[in-house]
Nanobody, 128 residues
Framework: QVQLEESGGGLVQAGGSLRLSCATS????????MGWFRQAPGKEREFVAA???????????RYTDSVKGRFTISRDNAKNTVYLQMDRLTPEDTAVYFC??????????????????WGQGTQVTVSS
């Protein structure tokens, strides 16, 4: 059974930083595209960032425009863990952040429907 567990959320002031982690188990992490999504109250779940298999495409990444230059996604295959480093946070980044896995995928999907497994989410709150 595939499991994803996020951690690292919390309350931070605008301009601050947080690092989210997503530990995976029970799946084929090394052949999965790993993504981060977020969902604010009353809004749809939106794509934040994703990273491909390192062995296939040298860890190619993709970001939504609003986080480019501020967020960095990375993965550690030895630890079956993906990270999201979030810098220069703004109140607009406040949301529940979800980790997702797309097993055996070759192309990054920005749609939630493109992912097979999800974590339970971790709350990120940025105060002004």
């Amino acid at each position: 059974q595939v499991q994803l567990e996020e951690s690292g959320g919390g309350l931070v002031q605008a301009g601050g930083s947080l690092r989210l982690s997503c530990a995976t188990s029970g799946g084929t992490f090394r052949r999965s595209i790993m993504g981060w999504f977020r969902q604010a109250p009353g809004k749809e779940r939106e794509f934040v960032a994703a990273i491909t298999w390192i062995t296939w495409s040298a860890g190619r990444t993709r970001y939504t425009d609003s986080v480019k230059g501020r967020f960095t996604i990375s993965r550690d295959n030895a630890k079956n863990t993906v990270y999201l480093q979030m810098d220069r946070l703004t109140p607009e980044d406040t949301a529940v952040y979800f980790c997702a896995a797309d097993e055996d995928a070759m192309v990054i999907s920005t749609s939630p429907n493109g992912y097979d497994y999800w974590g339970q989410g971790t709350q990120v709150t940025v105060s002004s």
